[in-house]
């Protein structure tokens, strides 16, 4: 079975930047062009259109890119183009960036409560969580949800802790409904 583009290609620029010592040169160049393609979707659209020919593809992304990125980073940009993939630039960068956290050992955390989180608050579960999960730091994101009634939903990759009051009282409902 053959691996899947993303994976393929952001395990080699992964690879290479390990060999290179360019891990942090690649991943905030990695980061900007996120950002880009989010900003400009019709950017990509362009590279994938089917009328464009591959030569015309790579001349747009040296027009662009050209002497504003790493080698490393306009190499796989034109690999990618004149693979066909162009549609998938945005999840290889993305699965580029997932292993480079893996390698940095940084954790992403998703931190949901009913109000919001003062500065001291939010301090402490993030230390919590170094703690506790044995990353050494933490990319954290807090959103609000009053729903919630109390308590804290924290999502690390598949793991979800929910201490919220609504589970709580959702479980003790069901547990009336069956006694």
Known sequence: MAKQVD?????ALFE??????????LLDEAKALLDIFAKSPDFIKLLDHPQMSK?????????TFGGRLSTEMEGLIAMVVEKGHSSKLSS???YFIKCVKKYKNIGVASVTSAVALSAAQKAAIENRLIETTGYEKMEMSYQEDPSLIGGLVIRIEDRVVDSSIKTKLEKLSKTLVNA
């Open 7 to 11: 994976i393929t290609y952001g395990n």
């Open 16 to 25: 290479l930047a390990v060999e290179e010592n360019k891990v942090d040169v």
């Open 92 to 94: 290889v960068l993305s």
């Open 55 to 63: 030569q015309e593809k790579k001349a747009v992304v040296q027009t």
